[in-house]
Nanobody
Framework: QVQLVESGGGSVQAGGALRLSCAAS????????MAWFRQAPGKEREWVAL???????VFTDSVKGRFTFSRDNAKNTLYLQMNSLKPEDTAMYFC????????????????????WGQGTQVTVSS
């Protein structure tokens, strides 16, 4: 059974940093697509970043240059390092997995991801 468990959220001031973790079990995260999404109150879930099987990462424009996405294969854990945080980054952040991607690339649409974590809250104050 695939499980994803996020951690690392919290409250920071604008300009601060947080590192989110996503621990995967029942599934080797490097064999599929992994992604981070976020959802702010009253808004739709938004794609933030993805990692393809070859380790290539892609980011939504609003976080480029500020967020990095990495993976520790030995721990089967993924990390979203978030720097220079802004109030508009405030949201619940979710880790998602697509264990069986149909091709070499990964999608930015939430419906393609089969497994989700419970989320971790990030709050950035101005």
């Amino acid at each position: 059974q695939v499980q994803l468990v996020e951690s690392g959220g919290g409250s920071v001031q604008a300009g601060g940093a947080l590192r989110l973790s996503c621990a995967a079990s029942g599934y080797t995260s490097s064999t599929g697509c992994m992604a981070w999404f976020r959802q702010a109150p009253g808004k739709e879930r938004e794609w933030v970043a993805l990692m393809e099987r070859n380790g290539r990462t892609v980011f939504t424009d609003s976080v480029k240059g500020r967020f990095t996405f990495s993976r520790d294969n030995a721990k089967n854990t993924l990390y979203l390092q978030m720097n220079s945080l802004k109030p508009e980054d405030t949201a619940m952040y979710f880790c998602a997995a697509d264990p069986s991607p149909r091709g070499p690339g990964c999608y930015t649409t939430a419906t393609w991801y089969e497994y989700w974590g419970q989320g971790t809250q990030v709050t950035v104050s101005s």
